[in-house]
């Protein structure tokens, strides 16, 4: 069983469109992340939500909208698409208490493409 | 945060130790050295991680200077699965549990031949 799964895996639209990215993990955690990968394969964190409550907020687009309806998912919707948001977005889960063992759980990633 | 600098490439024979090196010289007393490696087309995978003492487990061993201005991540026996991004991340520790994040460099791609 994956342990963090997103879906889809792969997403090719227009400029403008509006999208969904889906984020499930069955690990019992109760903070879950979403992180950016561009095109220079930087990393970056976008947000994260502990129990459906979000705590991080990274200067991120308001058109980015992440949704968690309850602590195992977090779902990522984008809304006008733009060029620069190609790019593979990975979800993420831990502890709370994460800090401890050091570890974050990451999905395989969902690789977006804006044309 | 705090930065941390990395060769950009490295290359390994196949069962021989691989040592990557990762500067980290404005590092605070407070900072936690962590390793997440990222194998092609996957997303990343925790290593390890320490304060000041050095670290061993299943995968690696971690080596920090007296100072902490530098540590090393060390692969006893690389195999050709180890090859991947490796990212030395800085982590505040004054911040914990739900408010605490990783944020990712650009690594070292680990080459390993035969």
């Known amino acids: 069983d994956t342990a963090v799964s997103q879906t889809p895996k792969y997403l090719v639209t227009q400029m403008g469109n509006d999208k969904s990215i889906k984020c499930e993990q069955n690990l019992g955690h109760d903070t879950m992340y979403w992180y950016k990968q561009d095109s220079k394969k930087f990393l970056k964190i976008m947000f994260s939500?502990?129990?459906?409550?979000?705590?991080i907020n990274e200067t991120v687009p308001n058109r980015f909208s992440p949704k968690s309806p309850d602590k195992a998912h977090l779902n990522l919707h984008i809304n006008s698409l733009e060029l620069g948001d190609s790019a593979v977005y990975f979800c993420?889960?831990?502890?709370?208490?994460?800090?401890?063992?050091?570890?974050?759980?990451f999905g395989e990633g969902s690789r977006l493409t804006v044309l | 945060d705090a930065k941390t600098t990395q060769p950009n490439s490295m290359e390994s024979n196949e069962e021989e130790p691989v040592h990557l090196p990762c500067n980290h010289s404005t590092i605070s007393g407070t900072d936690y050295i962590h390793w997440y490696r990222q194998l092609p087309s996957q997303g990343p995978e925790y290593v390890i991680h320490g304060l000041t003492s050095n670290v061993n487990n299943r995968m690696a061993s971690l080596a920090i200077a007296e100072d902490r201005k530098s540590s090393t991540l060390i692969l006893h026996r690389a195999t050709l699965r180890d090859a991947a991004v490796y990212y030395c991340?800085?982590?505040?520790?004054?911040?914990?549990?739900?408010?605490?994040?990783?944020?990712f460099g650009t690594g070292t791609r680990l080459q390993v031949t035969l």
């Open positions: 993420a889960s831990s502890q709370r208490t994460w800090t401890a063992t050091g570890e974050l759980f």
């Open positions: 991340i800085l982590r505040d520790g004054t911040l914990g549990g739900t408010a605490s994040k990783l944020t």
């Open positions: 939500y502990n129990n459906k409550e979000l705590i």
